[in-house]
């Protein structure tokens, strides 16, 4: 099981803010390896694994596209820096460098 849990809830098909979304993620989350899950939600299709609470209380009125960690809300509409996105990462790791 992974250490940190991120959610990404994009529009359907994927408009271009989110597949920068998606490409932020997947590019930051590789530095960390197995210890961080990701799982991608689009708007309108069923889910692939089960969410969080966090992701599944804050879905209707979430702005996309929006990034939880851990079930709770990183960002919406506005996409986080890789930089953002890794510092919340090292946090909840405990890695601080």
């Known amino acids: 099981m ?3 849990r991120i959610e990404v809830f994009v529009a359907w098909p994927p408009t271009s803010q989110c597949k920068k979304l998606i490409d932020t993620v997947k590019k930051v989350v590789a530095e960390f390896g197995e210890r961080i899950e990701v799982d991608i939600y689009y708007r309108g299709q ?5 969410p969080t609470a966090g992701f599944i209380a804050a879905r209707k009125t979430l702005f996309i596209p929006a990034i939880l960690v851990d079930g709770k809300v990183l960002a919406q509409r506005e996409l986080p820096t890789e930089e953002a996105l890794r510092e919340v990462i090292k946090n909840k790791l405990g890695v601080f460098t």
């Open 2 to 4: 992974a250490d940190v």
């Open 46 to 50: 069923p889910y692939p694994v089960e």
